[in-house]
């Protein structure tokens, strides 16, 4: 089972920016890919951006160029940099792993983009 812990949202104004945080504990293996969703209110959860166990990042198209996900493997932790921020970034981020075919969610991180 793996457990999951969201950081650092807060408030930022549009055009800044802001670095998210996911501690992973449990049963960590080589091949769990990790990544980020966002659910605005009235909207269904959607993809931010995965980093998969290959090496690669699969971003929503909306999110190229301005969101990346650096991970240090070693202290178990994922993070969310998000930059050139939106009012419409605006939404609870969720930590995600996946294993095998099992979701694992952290409970969300409220983000807010606004002047």
């Known amino acids: 089972q793996v457990q999951l812990v969201e950081s650092g949202g807060g408030l930022v104004q549009p055009g800044g920016s802001l670095r998210l945080s996911c501690a992973a504990s449990?049963?960590?293996?080589?091949?769990?890919?990790m990544g980020w969703y966002r659910q605005a209110p009235g909207y269904q959860r959607e993809l931010v951006a995965m980093?998969?166990?290959?090496?690669?990042?699969n971003y929503a198209d909306s999110e190229k160029g301005r969101f990346t996900v650096p991970r240090d493997t070693a202290k178990n932790m994922v993070y969310l940099q998000m930059n050139s921020l939106k009012p419409e970034d605006t939404a609870v981020y969720y930590c995600?792993?996946?294993?095998?075919?099992?979701?694992?969610w952290g409970k969300g991180t409220l983000v807010t983009v606004s002047s």
């Open positions: 995600n792993a996946v294993k095998g075919w099992t979701h694992y």
């Open positions: 449990g049963s960590i293996f080589s091949g769990t890919d």
């Open positions: 980093l998969t166990s290959g090496g690669s990042t």
